[in-house]
Every structure is written in structure tokens, then in C-alpha cells.
């Protein structure tokens, strides 16, 4: 008899699948993503998928789940069916220029049952960084400038996200800005 695996027996585990949400069309980065998606888009002659895939395998990543979307070809191009290690499984956005990351979030349901690394693709970061998001249950939250707009978090007295917030909420004590990348059980 198979011993089922329960989310108690995960805890402790090393997350190791990653869903990267890349559909989005990224219009401010207009003209150079007029034929190419942002995510290989060139930081100092690297592509930001590049130093993602990079960062993942860093960090013993075993499976990638890409969301597509905007010149989704060319993704599936770059990265095959396997890269630096990782098994990697495409999943369409057919609405992607008219939704957003939730949505992407929300097809990727049927494909990922185990705790995974939610991350967006157009993120430059240091591999380093995501060593304390190894872990399922973990959130990357800052404080809120004036500048941030999206959902926010509040926080309980044990650092636990006790509450999602849809809106706009002045900087305060109480609400932060929700970041990306999250470690999901």
C-alpha cells in the first residue's frame, strides 16, 4: 500500500517546482516587446528568463510550469521541453491580453499538486534571494510606498499573513505590498 503524502509532510520539504507566470504582453517595454516577450528581453546581454532558469536551478528546481501567452513561441523555443535540469510543461493563456497574473495563477490549478515557487518572469534578482522562499507557506511582502498599488497583506503579531486586501491602502503599519516570488502549499 502507497503511504499518501499529506501538506504536514511537506512542510519541512524543499519546494521544487516553480510556475513562472509569463502570458502577459508587456507594453511598457514597448518596442522590444513588439516581437519578443518580456522575459527575453536582454538585462546586460542576458535574458531575464536566463537568469531565472538560472537562479532555479541554482536551487535544485526539478520542474517548471511556464504560463504563456504573448509570443508564447518563442518561450517554448528558448526553453524546450528541458532546461538546466528542470522537466518543463506549458500551459496557454488564450485570454492573456485581457487578464492578468490571477488568472494565470487559476490555470495552472489542474497542472501543480504539489507546494510550488510562484514567480513572474520579468524579475532580475540575486539567486541568493530566494533561499528563505525554499519552503512552502512563505511570502515576500514589503512595506508600502506611495508608488505601490495592487493587493495588499496584513500581518499577525507572529508574522503570518492573516488577511488579503484588493485595493488601494495608504502606507501604514497594518498593510504591505505583496512580492513576488511565493512559496505555495
Known sequence: ???????????????????????????RLAPLTDITPKCLVP???ISILERLV???QEHNFNRLVVVIGHHGDCIRDYLGTRKRGMDITYITSPLYK???????????REVIDEPFLLIESDLVF????????????RAAVAKIKPWMNGTTVTVNSHREID????????????????????AIA
Open 1 to 27: 500500500m502507497k503511504k499518501r503524502t499529506v501538506y504536514s509532510d511537506l512542510v519541512n520539504e524543499p519546494v521544487r517546482t516553480a510556475l513562472l507566470l509569463a502570458a502577459g504582453t508587456g507594453s
Open 43 to 45: 538585462v546586460n546581454d
Open 54 to 56: 538560472c537562479s532555479l
Open 98 to 108: 485581457t487578464t492578468n497574473n490571477i488568472y494565470s495563477l487559476w490555470l495552472a
Open 126 to 137: 540575486d539567486a541568493d534571494m530566494l533561499t528563505d522562499m525554499l519552503y512552502p507557506d
Open 163 to 182: 488577511a488579503f486586501h484588493c485595493g488601494t491602502h495608504p502606507p501604514d503599519e497594518k498593510h504591505f505590498k505583496t512580492q513576488h516570488p511565493l
